[in-house]
């Protein structure tokens, strides 16, 4: 088993991915709303972000809130499925502002149905 998780900047391409995903078989993906590091630096009060970088984030896109990041728990054998959706609908990864995605070995679990 391995927990995969995608992270990306643009919201938008959650729900279609989810859509890919229950296509594809795949069930249980969650998805909750997260911040990059500058993002956070940016919202604290008592600390200042590069001031280049702040202001570049804000010019080009200032109704920016939050991203999203995915997670699901994946047998060895789904994860192909599970890349080849996130390749498909979040586009090439190695292009800026397009996501990140990894996954970690899960050693013990629990609650997490088997299809057979």
């Not at 202001?55 to 080849?84: C, H």
């Amino acid at each position: 088993m391995q927990l995969f998780v995608y992270i990306s900047g643009n919201p938008e391409v959650v729900p279609p991915l989810m859509s890919e995903l229950l296509a594809k078989g795949i069930h249980g993906a969650t998805s909750v709303d997260c911040k990059g590091m500058l993002r956070s630096i940016e919202e604290a009060s008592d600390i200042e972000a590069p001031p280049a970088f702040g202001a570049l984030r804000y010019l080009l896109n200032p109704e920016f809130k939050s991203g999203k990041m995915v997670f699901i728990v994946l047998r060895d054998e789904d994860i192909p499925t599970v890349r080849e959706a996130v390749h498909k609908i979040c586009g090439n990864l190695r292009l800026p502002n397009t996501g990140v995605f990894f996954s970690v070995p899960v050693m013990n679990w629990e609650g997490v149905s088997h299809r057979e």
